[in-house]
């Protein structure tokens, strides 16, 4: 079974990594279905890293379709314990310029139609969200962040939306009337997901437009992102092997979220659900990963 230690999903036009060694390409099956697309696995920094298109090469899947359950299973089902997640965004304040980068530190969930839990069919679990990020992730990306040349802010608050429609000049502004300071449509259910696998997860906001309630900047466009995007991919692609070789010791919260967040007795589980849940439940219900 190949292992990696590392996974970068990569955002919209960002649908290949780069200066892997040692590569192979996966295709895995997971109980939610098949992932985005085949995850390649190679050696970057001396690290085996996964990298998975979260929208599917060429762009096939809208934020509402991604598999991201399976996606995140198949990445947990490798041994990745470290996630670096690319995102385009769009910016709800006037200093988070478009070519910009931003950490966030906080989410507000506007998704209503997206599976967003592993959990359910026989087996509940609580797990704590209230900081959704990776801190030492966060910390370490930052800087790379930084050291690739770009214009990075550390912290934010970052609201995932359905799509995968645009916001209205109304929604643009209740959310800055919130506080926020990003807009997106894919930060959600990931890092649910992966808080849940308990993998350390970071998403890197690429900040392409200013929504729509700028007076003065064109409003957001498929034009306007992808033109934007281009330049950022690039220092995309430099921050995550900067990452890659300063990966953060496994001393924050993330290694035991599920830590006393099962609440169903255990026998009472269904055999079949403890199986599907085995790379993500197995070392607290007994069941080894196959």
């Not at 895995?28 to 298109?53: H, K, Q, W």
């Not at 990306?141 to 802010?153: C, E, Y």
């Not at 064109?218 to 070789?245: C, F, G, I, M």
């Amino acid at each position: 079974m190949s292992r990696a230690t590392l996974a970068v999903i990569g955002g919209s036009g960002f649908y290949q990594m780069e200066g892997l060694t040692e590569v192979e390409t996966v295709r895995i099956a997971t109980p939610f279905g098949e992932p985005s697309d085949a995850i390649t696995i190679g050696t970057l920094e001396g690290v085996r890293t996964a990298f998975l298109p979260r929208h599917g090469v060429g762009h096939r899947l809208s934020p509402t379709e991604l598999p991201q359950r399976a996606n995140i299973w198949a990445l947990k089902s490798l041994g990745v314990a470290y996630i670096i997640s690319i995102s385009a965004v769009g910016s709800l304040r006037e200093e988070l310029r478009p070519g910009d980068f931003v950490i966030p530190d906080q989410l507000i969930d506007k998704t209503y139609a997206r599976p967003n839990t592993f959990f359910g069919r026989g087996l509940v679990a609580h797990v704590g969200f209230a900081d959704p990020f990776c801190p030492n992730l966060r910390a370490v990306v930052h800087q790379a962040a930084l050291d690739a040349g770009a214009v990075s802010h550390f912290g934010g608050i970052y609201v995932v939306m359905e799509g995968p429609q645009f916001s209205t000049r109304a929604e643009s502004n209740l959310h800055r009337a919130w506080g926020a300071d990003l807009i997106g449509m894919t930060a959600l259910p990931e890092a649910k997901l992966a808080r849940e696998a308990e993998i350390c997860y970071v998403t890197v906001a690429c900040v392409t437009d200013y929504d729509v309630w700028h007076e003065v900047e064109a409003d957001v466009s498929v034009d306007l992102v992808l033109e934007n995007l281009r330049r950022n991919v690039e220092t995309s692609k430099r921050l995550v092997r900067l990452a890659a070789a300063r990966l953060p010791r496994r001393d924050c919260p993330c290694p035991n979220a599920l830590a006393g967040a099962i609440i169903t007795a255990p026998e009472l589980i269904p055999d079949q659900v403890k199986r599907d849940l085995a790379p993500i439940v197995g070392r607290y219900l007994g069941v080894p990963a196959s």
